[in-house]
């Protein structure tokens, strides 16, 4: 937690055109799981770790204000607290760290797809491609950042590096008519007590997620008829005053380690595989969270730095200001633009 505090201050500072603080309201019910102490209590331990700053400090919401978040179902409802976190639109945080990558001389392909990696003297000879052409080039160390795929990158690196056992969990996600003006609330499903949000996004409202085991094609991955269903029924059981009218549907995917517990229960932590631990020159990464993307590439380059040659360094990414893509450039314009 320490350490995802300490990567949102750095997105912040560096990024705020496109990571900004948010209002998150956790009401609690009397068929809430945790009572209204505990969860103070696990505040107040998010606000120490934040250092007691404004950004995680938090407050319980006064019950004549009740009436004014967003339709929320007061029925025996006990308290309501507000503290804030961080919110961003993911592709676009992607495609600024790719632009800022760039300007500091990194190569990029995209789309393109790893065909085979094969151990050799200087390092890995590579082999990729898109549809168009089929390249290769031969590199001092390999990084499989493959997400959902990783397992999949893993087996086209010859020999087979040492990996771990994971799940990949599917989560659906729904975009629904209307908006909310108060911000971004976190709550339990009243069906069977999973966390759910319910948030602003786009003009329109986003409401997640699902948690179910996914055993196909990545790409693959859908909405299910049930898993609708369920999130269009916590959504009026949380707004009574509203209906679910869903505009879109869509899924991801998280990767977790493999174990026999619920998905909710197991750690969100980064977890890296290296094909030797004495002298490494291939990293695999599993699971993590895009908020501490920067902390775990420093933590992979510290492993992979004693293969590398010596190099000057070209900035910290720490203080470094984040560079919007050309793309998300001109959709902000034509925005302002009024088009």
Same mark, same amino acid.
């Given at each position: 937690?320490? @350490?995802?505090?300490?990567?949102?201050?750095?997105?912040?500072?560096?990024?705020? *055109?496109?990571?900004?603080?948010? !209002?998150?309201?956790?009401?609690?019910? +009397?068929?809430?799981?945790?009572?209204?102490?505990?969860?103070?209590?696990?505040?107040?331990?998010?606000?120490?770790?934040?250092?007691? %700053?404004?950004?995680?400090?938090?407050?319980?919401?006064?019950?004549?204000?009740?009436?004014?978040?967003?339709?929320? *179902?007061?029925?025996?409802?006990?308290?309501?607290?507000?503290?804030?976190?961080?919110?961003? *639109?993911?592709?676009?945080?992607?495609?600024?760290?790719?632009?800022?990558?760039?300007?500091?001389?990194?190569?990029?392909?995209?789309?393109?797809?790893?065909?085979?990696?094969?151990?050799? @003297?200087?390092?890995?000879?590579?082999?990729?491609?898109?549809?168009?052409?089929?390249?290769?080039?031969?590199?001092?160390?390999?990084?499989?950042?493959?997400?959902?795929?990783?397992?999949?990158?893993?087996?086209?690196?010859?020999?087979?590096?040492?990996?771990? /056992?994971?799940?990949?969990?599917? %989560?659906?996600?729904?975009?629904? /008519?209307?908006?909310?003006?108060?911000?971004?609330?976190?709550?339990?499903?009243?069906?069977?007590?999973?966390?759910?949000?319910?948030?602003?996004?786009?003009?329109?409202?986003?409401?997640?997620?699902?948690?179910?085991?996914?055993?196909?094609?990545?790409?693959?991955?859908?909405?299910?008829?049930?898993?609708?269903?369920?999130?269009?029924?916590?959504?009026?059981?949380?707004?009574?005053?509203?209906?679910? +009218?869903?505009?879109?549907?869509?899924?991801?995917?998280?990767?977790?380690?493999?174990?026999?517990?619920?998905?909710?229960?197991?750690? +969100?932590?980064?977890?890296?595989?290296?094909?030797?631990?004495?002298?490494?020159?291939?990293?695999?990464?599993?699971?993590?969270?895009?908020?501490?993307?920067?902390?775990?590439?420093?933590?992979?380059?510290?492993?992979? =730095?004693?293969?590398?040659? !010596?190099?000057?360094?070209?900035?910290?990414?720490? =203080?470094?200001?984040?560079?919007?893509?050309?793309?998300?450039?001109?959709?902000?314009?034509?925005?302002?633009?009024?088009?």
């Amino acid at each position: 937690m320490r @350490e995802s505090l300490t990567e949102r201050a750095n997105l912040l500072r560096n990024a705020p *055109d496109l990571v900004r603080l948010v !209002p998150f309201h956790i009401p609690i019910y +009397r068929s809430t799981r945790r009572r209204p102490w505990q969860i103070r209590a696990g505040l107040s331990l998010y606000a120490l770790l934040g250092n007691l %700053g404004r950004e995680a400090r938090f407050r319980s919401v006064p019950r004549a204000q009740w009436q004014d978040l967003d339709g929320l *179902d007061t029925r025996d409802l006990q308290a309501v607290f507000r503290y804030h976190d961080a919110q961003t *639109d993911d592709a676009q945080l992607v495609r600024a760290v790719a632009s800022s990558a760039e300007l500091l001389g990194a190569r990029i392909e995209s789309p393109a797809r790893l065909i085979r990696a094969r151990r050799v @003297e200087q390092g890995w000879s590579v082999e990729y491609g898109n549809e168009q052409r089929s390249m290769s080039l031969v590199a001092r160390t390999l990084v499989n950042a493959g997400g959902p795929w990783v397992q999949l990158v893993r087996e086209r690196i010859d020999p087979k590096p040492p990996g771990l /056992e994971i799940d990949l969990i599917g %989560g659906t996600h729904l975009e629904l /008519e209307g908006r909310l003006e108060r911000g971004i609330y976190y709550s339990e499903s009243r069906r069977d007590g999973r966390a759910l949000f319910f948030m602003p996004w786009k003009q329109r409202i986003l409401v997640g997620t699902t948690e179910i085991a996914w055993r196909g094609d990545p790409r693959l991955v859908r909405p299910l008829p049930e898993e609708i269903e369920y999130l269009s029924e916590a959504f009026e059981r949380q707004f009574p005053s509203r209906k679910a +009218r869903v505009l879109e549907a869509w899924a991801g995917l998280r990767v977790l380690p493999h174990a026999a517990k619920s998905a909710f229960h197991r750690s +969100r932590e980064t977890q890296l595989c290296v094909d030797s631990a004495e002298a490494p020159r291939m990293v695999a990464i599993y699971g993590g969270k895009l908020t501490t993307y920067r902390s775990t590439a420093e933590r992979v380059i510290a492993l992979l =730095t004693p293969g590398l040659p !010596p190099a000057a360094r070209k900035a910290d990414t720490a =203080t470094l200001a984040m560079t919007r893509s050309p793309l998300d450039e001109r959709e902000a314009r034509s925005l302002s633009a009024g088009n």
